[in-house]
C-alpha cells in the first residue's frame, strides 16, 4: 500500500451522470467511507466496485513490475576481457643500466722537458697512426749535447778495442820474455857456482870469487821470482782488471751518450697508438711545460660503455655475454659484449662496474655520450610465455593468473568464467613473462582486465578497438 500511496495516478470516470477524479488509493478510500446499505447508494457502490477493480489491475501490475526488477538485480553481470593463449617463445633477462662511453685506448701525450714548441705537424682530428712524429720542441742545444756524447763514446770504444786487442796481449808477451830471461839468467849463475864450488873443494880457486859467485846467484834468483810472480799476477789479475777497466770506460760513454740521445729524443712528441688527435691546447712558439698535456690521442676504432649496476644483478653476468647500446638519434641499437665485471664493488657507491665493448667502425659513437646498455643475462629459448598485465597478486603473497573455463553453475556450455591459478614465474622479457609452473601450451588466461577481478567470474572475449576509432563508428 506504501508503494500505491507513493505512486500518484489520476483517472476520471463518469457513472450514472456522475464524474469522478481519483488520482491515489486515498481518495479511493475516502469515497467510500461512510456508505451504508441502502437503495439510495446502489448507484455509488457500482462506482465504487467497478473503482477497486481498476486498482486490483493496476496493483498486479505492479507486482510484475517489482518481480522482473528483482530478477534483474539477481543476474549475475557478465565482464568483458581480453583473453590469451598461453604460448613458447625464446625470453631473456636483460639488464639495463645508463652508461658513458669511453675509447678504447687513449693517451695524453706530456713532454719531460719543458721548451717551447718548434712546430706542430697535426691538427685536432687528424687519423695518426702509432710512432708517427705530431710536434718538435725547441732541441739544438740537446742535439748539440747528444753529438759531443757520441764522440766521446766513439772514443771510449777505440780505446776498448785497442786495449783488448794490441796493449793487453803485448803487455803479457813481454812479461813472458822478461820470466824467460831471468830463468835463463838464474840457470847460468847456478852452473857458475856450482863449478866455483867444485874448484875451491879442490883448491884451485879462492874463497872470494866462491862468494861472489853466491852472491850473483841469490841475484839472479830474486829476479827470476820478481819475473814470474809479475807475469803470474798479470794472468791471473792484471788481465782481468785491465778489461774490467777498458769496458768501464766504454760503457761509461755509452750512458752519456744514451742519455743525451734520450733528452734529444724528448723533444719529438710521437704517438704511442693508432687513433685521432682530440685535444692541441698550444700553438707553435708557446712553451711546453713539462707534465701538461701537449696532445690527446684516443682510438675511437672500438668504444666501451661503463655502467655501475647492483651486485645482485653483476652476479648474473660473466665476460663474453651478449649486450647492446641504445644511443639516443639511433635508431638501431649497437651490439656489443660484456668485456670486464669488475670484481671489487666500487666503495662510495657499493655497485659493480660493468664494461660493454662496442665496434665503431663509422665513428658516429663519441667518447664521452650518455648511452643505456642492455646485457643479456640468461635466455630460455623455448619458454612458457604469458603477457605481464596477465599476472595478479594473490592473497598470499604469490603470483596468480586469471584462467578461463566453464561456469560451475551454468546450464549453458557457452558460458565461461575466469578461475584463479597460483603460477611459479621466471624470467620477465620487457611485457613478457615466463611461467615455470601452474600453466600449460594452449592454456586460455585472462591477459587484460584480470586484476581486481572475482574468482569465478563469468566473462566474455572483448576485442580491442582500433586506436582512433569513435565509439560510435
Not at 37 to 61: C, D, K, M, Q, T
Not at 352 to 377: C, D, F, Y
Not at 387 to 409: E, Q
Request: aromatic fraction near 4%; glycine fraction near 8%; include cysteine.
Amino acid at each position: 500500500m506504501g508503494f500505491l500511496g507513493r505512486n500518484r495516478w489520476s483517472k476520471s470516470y463518469t457513472r450514472e451522470g456522475r464524474s469522478f477524479a481519483l488520482s491515489g488509493l486515498a481518495d479511493f478510500c475516502r469515497a467510500t467511507q461512510g456508505l451504508r446499505p441502502g437503495l439510495h447508494s446502489v448507484a455509488a457502490l457500482r462506482l465504487n466496485l467497478f473503482i477497486l477493480a481498476e486498482y486490483v489491475l493496476l496493483l498486479s501490475a505492479l507486482v510484475s513490475m517489482i518481480a522482473c526488477s528483482g530478477e534483474t538485480k539477481e543476474a549475475e553481470p557478465t565482464i568483458p576481457v581480453q583473453i590469451v593463449a598461453v604460448e613458447k617463445a625464446a625470453v631473456e633477462q636483460k639488464i639495463t643500466a645508463d652508461a658513458v662511453l669511453f675509447p678504447i685506448a687513449q693517451s695524453a701525450l706530456v713532454p719531460k722537458i719543458s721548451a717551447p714548441v718548434k712546430k706542430f705537424l697535426v691538427n685536432r682530428g687528424s687519423r695518426v697512426r702509432a710512432g708517427q712524429l705530431l710536434a718538435v720542441l725547441e732541441n739544438r742545444d740537446l742535439a748539440a749535447a747528444a753529438q759531443e756524447n757520441k764522440g766521446a763514446f766513439d772514443q771510449a770504444q777505440a780505446t776498448y778495442t785497442t786495449t783488448t786487442g794490441a796493449d793487453l796481449p803485448q803487455e803479457l808477451q813481454k812479461t813472458q820474455l822478461e820470466a824467460q830471461a831471468a830463468k835463463q839468467q838464474l840457470d847460468a849463475q847456478q852452473k857458475v857456482f856450482d863449478s866455483r864450488q867444485e874448484l875451491f873443494q879442490q883448491g884451485a880457486l879462492p874463497r872470494k870469487e866462491l862468494d861472489q859467485a853466491g852472491v850473483d846467484l841469490t841475484n839472479a834468483r830474486n829476479q827470476f821470482e820478481i819475473a814470474q810472480k809479475h807475469l803470474d799476477s798479470l794472468n791471473a789479475i792484471g788481465k782481468q782488471q785491465t778489461l774490467k777497466s777498458a769496458k768501464g770506460q766504454l760503457e761509461s760513454a755509452q750512458g752519456k751518450y744514451e742519455g743525451a740521445s734520450a733528452q734529444f729524443s724528448y723533444s719529438e712528441i710521437r704517438s704511442p697508438i693508432n687513433g685521432v688527435v682530440t685535444e692541441r691546447p698550444l700553438y707553435p712558439g708557446e712553451m711546453a711545460a713539462a707534465g701538461t698535456p701537449l696532445l690527446t690521442v684516443m682510438d675511437i676504432s672500438q668504444v666501451i660503455a661503463r655502467a655501475h649496476i647492483p651486485q645482485s644483478s653483476a652476479a648474473l653476468l660473466k665476460t663474453g655475454d651478449k649486450a647492446d647500446l641504445i644511443v639516443a638519434g639511433m635508431e638501431k641499437p649497437i651490439p656489443g659484449k660484456v668485456s670486464l665485471v669488475s670484481p671489487a664493488l666500487d666503495p662510495n657507491s657499493t655497485t659493480v662496474e660493468v664494461w660493454v665493448q662496442a665496434k665503431n667502425p663509422g665513428g658516429h659513437l663519441r667518447p664521452g655520450t650518455s648511452v643505456q646498455v642492455s646485457m643479456i643475462a640468461r635466455s630460455v629459448p623455448d619458454a612458457l610465455t604469458i603477457p605481464a598485465a596477465a599476472l595478479v597478486p594473490a592473497p598470499d603473497g604469490t603470483s596468480a593468473v586469471m584462467v578461463v573455463g566453464s561456469c560451475p553453475k551454468s546450464k549453458t556450455a557457452s558460458d565461461q568464467c575466469a578461475h584463479q591459478k597460483p603460477v611459479k614465474t621466471g624470467i620477465r622479457d620487457e611485457d613478457r613473462i615466463q611461467v615455470i609452473e601452474g600453466l600449460k601450451a594452449g592454456d586460455r588466461i585472462v591477459a587484460s582486465g584480470a586484476y581486481g577481478l572475482p574468482d569465478d567470474s563469468k566473462i566474455t572475449s572483448a576485442e580491442a578497438k582500433p586506436e582512433g576509432k569513435d565509439e560510435k563508428e
